[in-house]
């Protein structure tokens, strides 16, 4: 049985600028989550989406716990795709503001603002995982068939296996006699 070792592209983002990365990201993190909770009004306002400042002051907790968890970790790995999974409620909860709002616009930039965030997000939390994970082992087992010995010496090695009782066919069932 061989193995080969999967390594990572060249063109792969190194370990260093990941977590130089994932710092910014935590200090970004930080800084919107303090906007959010601190000013959702304004925020919603802006956005024509006013009623829904409690769910912006808990996005706004969300991230500061995403920032710190970046900032004071050793590995921000895990943080990190904290991060992604809260780009994909910001962006369905924006998504629902574009339907009758008069402030479609202003949504519509926030939008792509918070998809452009998304990618950096996804990016760096992939790099941190491809970093983190060194490389892979993975084993070859396309020569094997998964029998003991060659197929054309088992052909017929059971013919002459003894059948307990209890496993046979109850005699009435039989169609034909052994």
Do not use: H
């Amino acid at each position: 049985m061989g193995y080969y070792q999967k390594q990572n592209g060249s063109a792969a983002m190194s370990q260093q600028s990941a977590m130089r990365l994932a710092d910014g990201l935590g200090w970004f993190s930080i800084a919107l989550g303090l906007t959010e909770v601190f000013a959702p009004r304004s925020l919603t306002t802006a956005l024509g989406m006013q009623g829904r400042e409690g769910l912006v002051q808990a996005y706004g907790l969300r991230e500061i716990a995403a920032g710190i968890g970046i900032l004071a970790s050793k590995d921000p790995t895990p943080w990190v795709w904290s991060r992604v999974g809260g780009d994909a409620l910001d962006l369905a909860t924006l998504a629902g503001g574009l339907n009758d709002n008069p402030k479609r616009e202003n949504v519509g930039i926030a939008l792509a603002a918070v998809a452009g965030v998304t990618l950096l997000d996804v990016v760096c939390a992939q790099a941190l995982t491809t970093a983190n994970s060194g490389p892979q082992v993975v084993y070859d087992y396309s020569n094997r068939s998964g029998l003991p010995r060659p197929p054309a010496a088992m052909r017929g090695a059971a013919r002459d296996a003894f059948i307990p009782p209890d496993m046979r066919i109850p005699e009435a069932l039989r169609p034909y006699a052994i």
